[in-house]
């Protein structure tokens, strides 16, 4: 593991909930509210809970098992289990979960796909 990916886990470890859901709100602003958030990097784990603008429940998203897949020609996203309180992103999720998805990789993002693929390395509970 590099320095600079050993960094950014502390930073995703140490950052508050608050901070998070904040920013979020922030950008979010008139299209949706986060509620509530989770994400454990180690456990490969993450939890979403989003109030669309409007609606009157809020949907929820459950992520286990992702990770990156990289050989020397390509980086690929897995996620192994997703679920939704929702039958319609329930159905959406099934259709994602346990494919491995191509990530299109432009020349200016390269050394950020490295990075990510360092942080999210399949077998990798850091």
Do not use: C
């Amino acid at each position: 593991m590099s320095i600079k990916s050993g960094l950014i886990k502390i930073a995703i470890k140490w950052t508050p909930k608050m901070l998070v859901l904040w920013v979020a709100n922030i950008i979010l602003k008139g299209v949706a509210e986060l509620t509530d958030f989770s994400f454990d990097l180690e456990a490969r784990k993450a939890y979403i809970q989003i109030q669309l603008a409007g609606e009157s429940e809020t949907i929820e998203v459950w992520l286990e098992g992702f990770a990156i897949i990289s050989d020397e020609e390509s980086h690929k996203l897995i996620i192994q289990q997703a679920h939704s309180n929702r039958l319609w992103l329930e159905n959406l999720l099934s259709r994602i979960v346990g494919k491995s998805w191509k990530i299109p990789v432009t020349s200016q993002m390269t050394s950020q796909i490295e990075l990510l693929s360092e942080l999210f390395k399949a077998g990798s509970p850091n």
